[in-house]
C-alpha cells in the first residue's frame, strides 16, 4: 500500500488537510492528553508561520494548498527558526518564551521525522540548534507581596459584589412613582427635584446629583424585582431601560449596585475563578476544568475534604486534599480553616451558575465555570470560561486600574502566577514539605525543591541557613577557647559539661527552642530529645568527634533525595539540613581538608542508622 495515499487531497477551502492529519497521527501515539495538546499548539503555531511567510514559496503564495511532499525539505526547520529570529519581539507576532520555542521546535521536529520515517516525505529534515529555555519574563513568577495586595485591593470589592448577588433581593421602599409627575407649584424651567425618570436630588454638600430612587421604586413595584433584560421586557419597560443607559451606566451597571443578579456575565464570576485560583495553587488548566461535583465532604480512605482536579501534563485526574492547607494553621493562630475557605469559595460559584446549567450546552453542563455572554447575538446562551476570556479580562483590569509590577511596568497579571505564589507562601510559613509537594501534586521532588530555590521568598529560607551556620561556627570557636568534658550521667551541669546528641554535640539539652517548647509533646524541665532539629539548634555544638556521622549523615540524605518513596515527610526540613552540612563539610570553612578526609573515611564504618536517629522524635522546624 503506498502511504501517501493515506493523505488526505488539500482543498481551497482546507488547505492545511495534509498538515491537520500528520500532526494528529504522531499525536494518536500518545496516551497523555499532555502531548496531544502539545502537538496541537504546534500545528496551529505552524499555521501561524505559513501565513505570514507562505513557506518562502511563491508558489505557495498564489495557491494556499499545502502538500507535505512538496514543502517539507531538508531545510523546513530552518525557515521556522529564521522567521522566529526575525519576528519574536513583544508585541510582534504573539511573543514566544524560550520555553515555548523550545517545546514548539521539538515538536515540529518529531512531526517531520514522523512524516520521513513513514515515507510521506522523501528526505529527513536537518535539525536546527534552539537554545536551551530560560526564564525571561514575570509571566510564570510568584507575584511579590506589594503586587499580590495591589491585586486584592481591586478585586476584593468585586468578590464582594459577586457574592452578594446570591443574597435574596429586599425591597427598600424608596422613591416614587416616575410615571407621575405634579407640576404645580412649579414655574417652567426649573427642575422637577426627586419627580420622573431623572429623579434629580440635592446632596449634603448642596450640589444638584441624578439619583435612582425612582427607578428603584419602579422595579420593585412594577417589575416586581425581576431583573429583567432590555430583549426580555421588549417595549413595556423602555422608559426604565433608557433612564439607566442614560444617567446610571447601564442597566448592568444599575442592578449590580442593587445587589440584583441580571447576568451571570464574565465580570461576575472571573474575580471569583481568581480567588479560588489564589487560594488552591491550581493551574489555570487546572482550575478552568474543575467539574460541578469537584468538592467532597470525606475521602473514602481518609475521612477529609478533598478536591477533584485535572492534570493532563501531570498524569491527568489528580486529588488535592485540602486538609492538608489546615496543618499549618493553628500554629499560625488562624481561626477558620483554608479548606473551608476554598469550600465556601467552590460553593458561592455553584450557586452563581446553577440557574446557567440547563441552558448549557450538554458537554458543558457538568462544568464549574460557566458564563453568559455579553451580546445576546452570541451562538451559545451559556458558555464556559476559556484561557483567552480570562486573558483579555486580565489584560482590562490592568489598563483600568493601573496595575503595576515592582519595577514599575504594567503588572503582568495571569493566572498561572498564583501557582508559585501560593507555593512560595506555604514553604514561607514552613508548611511540611511533602505537604506542599502533595497539594502543588508534583510526582517528582525536583520539581518542589527548585520552588523552594528559585521563589520571591525563598531569600527567608536561605537566611535560616545562614543563622544556623554563623550559630555553628560561634559555638565551636568558644569551645576552643574553653573545651569542656562530656556529661556522663543526666546531673552535668549546663555551661560546665557538653552533653552527647546521635549526630553532634549539645551546650544545654534542657533549653531547647521555642518550637520545641511549643510542642504538645514536650514537658517543661524535660531534656530534648527532638534530634531533628540539633543542626538548627542555639545549642548546637560540633567538633571532630561528630564529622564521621555528620558526613553519614548527608550520605543518607543525597540517597533518600534521588528516590521519593525513601524521604520522611520532613523532606523541606531534610533539604535545609543538607545545605547546612553541605557547608561545614566544605574544607577550610570549620575544619581542615586533612580532618575531613579522615572523617570521610572512617564514614564508612557507621551504621546506616543516622536517618532513623534524627527522626526519631521529630519537630517541624519553622
Known amino acids: 500500500m503506498n502511504l501517501k495515499s493515506r493523505l488526505p487531497e488539500p482543498t481551497r477551502d482546507n488547505p492545511y488537510a495534509q498538515l491537520d492529519w500528520i500532526f494528529n497521527d504522531k499525536a494518536s501515539l ?4 499532555g502531548s496531544g495538546q502539545n502537538y496541537a499548539s504546534a500545528l496551529a503555531f505552524y499555521k501561524r508561520f505559513l501565513r505570514h511567510t507562505h513557506n518562502y514559496s511563491a508558489k505557495l503564495e498564489k495557491d494556499p494548498r499545502f502538500f507535505l511532499a512538496r514543502e517539507w525539505d531538508i531545510f523546513a526547520l530552518h525557515k521556522v527558526k529564521a522567521w522566529i529570529d526575525a519576528t519574536n519581539v513583544a508585541g510582534e507576532n504573539g511573543y514566544l518564551t524560550s520555553y515555548t520555542i523550545l517545546g514548539t521546535m521539538s515538536s515540529l521536529r518529531q512531526t517531520m521525522a514522523h512524516a520521513y520515517e513513514h515515507s510521506y516525505i522523501e528526505k529527513p529534515v536537518i535539525n536546527v540548534f534552539v537554545a536551551g529555555a530560560v526564564r525571561e519574563t514575570t509571566s510564570r513568577t510568584a507575584y511579590s507581596l506589594d503586587e499580590y495586595e495591589q491585586i486584592f485591593q481591586v478585586l476584593t470589592p468585586l468578590i464582594k459584589s459577586s457574592r452578594d448577588l446570591l443574597k435574596a433581593y429586599v425591597p427598600t421602599g424608596r422613591g416614587r412613582d416616575p410615571r407621575k409627575v405634579q407640576r404645580a407649584d412649579i414655574k417652567r424651567g426649573n427642575r422637577l427635584m426627586g419627580q420622573g425618570w431623572n429623579c434629580w436630588g440635592v446632596n449634603e454638600e448642596g450640589t444638584i446629583v441624578r439619583q435612582e430612587d425612582n427607578l428603584r421604586w419602579y422595579f420593585e ?6 431583573p429583567l433584560s432590555v430583549a426580555a421586557a421588549n417595549l413595556k419597560h ?4 433608557l433612564a439607566a443607559a442614560r444617567l446610571h451606566g447601564g442597566v448592568k451597571q444599575l442592578y449590580r449596585n442593587w445587589g440584583v443578579a441580571y447576568s451571570i456575565s464574565t465580570d461576575v464570576i472571573l474575580p471569583l475563578l481568581v480567588e479560588l485560583t489564589s487560594e488552591t495553587g491550581l493551574n489555570v488548566e487546572s482550575v478552568l476544568t474543575l ?14 475534604p478533598f478536591l477533584e482536579y485535572t492534570k493532563p501534563r501531570s498524569g491527568g485526574d489528580k486529588e488535592l486534599h485540602t486538609s492538608l492547607y489546615d496543618r499549618g494553621q493553628d500554629s499560625l493562630g488562624l481561626k477558620q480553616r483554608q479548606s473551608r475557605i476554598i469550600s465556601n469559595s467552590i460553593e458561592s460559584i455553584l450557586n452563581l451558575t446553577e440557574p446557567l446549567v440547563e441552558r448549557a450546552k450538554k458537554d458543558d453542563r457538568n462544568y464549574l465555570f460557566l458564563f453568559e455572554p455579553r451580546f445576546s447575538q452570541s451562538t451559545d446562551p451559556v458558555q464556559r470560561l476559556t484561557v483567552s476570556i480570562v486573558h483579555d479580562w486580565n489584560l482590562k483590569m490592568v489598563k483600568k486600574h493601573n496595575l503595576r509590577a515592582d519595577n514599575g511596568q504594567p503588572l503582568s497579571f495571569n493566572l498561572s502566577r498564583f501557582r508559585p505564589t501560593k507555593i512560595t507562601e506555604l514553604v514561607a510559613q514552613g508548611y511540611d514539605f511533602f505537604d506542599i509537594m502533595a497539594m502543588a501534586g508534583h510526582s517528582s521532588i525536583v520539581t518542589t525543591l527548585s520552588y523552594i530555590d528559585r521563589l520571591k521568598w525563598a531569600g527567608d529560607f536561605h537566611r535560616k541557613i545562614e543563622k544556623a551556620l ?9 569551645y576552643d577557647r574553653r573545651p569542656l568534658p562530656i556529661a556522663i550521667t543526666q546531673r552535668g551541669a549546663p555551661g560546665k559539661f557538653i552533653f552527647k546528641a546521635p549526630v553532634c554535640h549539645c551546650k544545654n539539652p534542657y533549653d531547647p527552642p521555642d518550637v520545641v517548647r511549643q510542642s504538645g509533646s514536650y514537658h517543661e524541665g524535660d531534656a530534648c530529645s527532638n534530634f531533628n532539629m540539633c543542626l538548627s539548634c542555639h545549642n548546637v555544638l560540633v567538633t571532630e568527634m561528630n564529622l564521621p556521622k555528620l558526613v553519614a549523615y548527608r550520605n543518607e540524605i543525597d540517597r533518600a533525595l534521588t528516590n521519593v518513596s525513601e524521604i520522611p515527610r520532613q523532606g523541606e526540613l531534610y533539604q535545609r539540613m543538607k545545605m547546612i ?6 574544607p577550610d570553612v570549620l575544619f581542615s581538608n586533612e580532618t575531613l578526609e579522615w572523617a570521610t573515611e572512617l564514614s564508612q564504618l557507621q551504621d546506616y542508622d543516622v536517618l532513623d536517629s534524627f527522626i526519631s522524635r521529630s519537630v517541624e522546624s519553622r
Open 291 to 304: 467539574r460541578r461535583d469537584c468538592f467532597k465532604e470525606a475521602h473514602p480512605l481518609t475521612g477529609l
Open 221 to 226: 413595584n412594577v417589575m416586581n424585582c425581576i
Open 470 to 478: 554563623i550559630t555553628i561556627k560561634r559555638n565551636k570557636e568558644e
Open 581 to 586: 552540612l553541605d557547608q561545614i563539610l566544605a
Open 238 to 241: 423602555l422608559q426604565f431601560f
Open 30 to 33: 500518545y496516551s497523555n492528553p
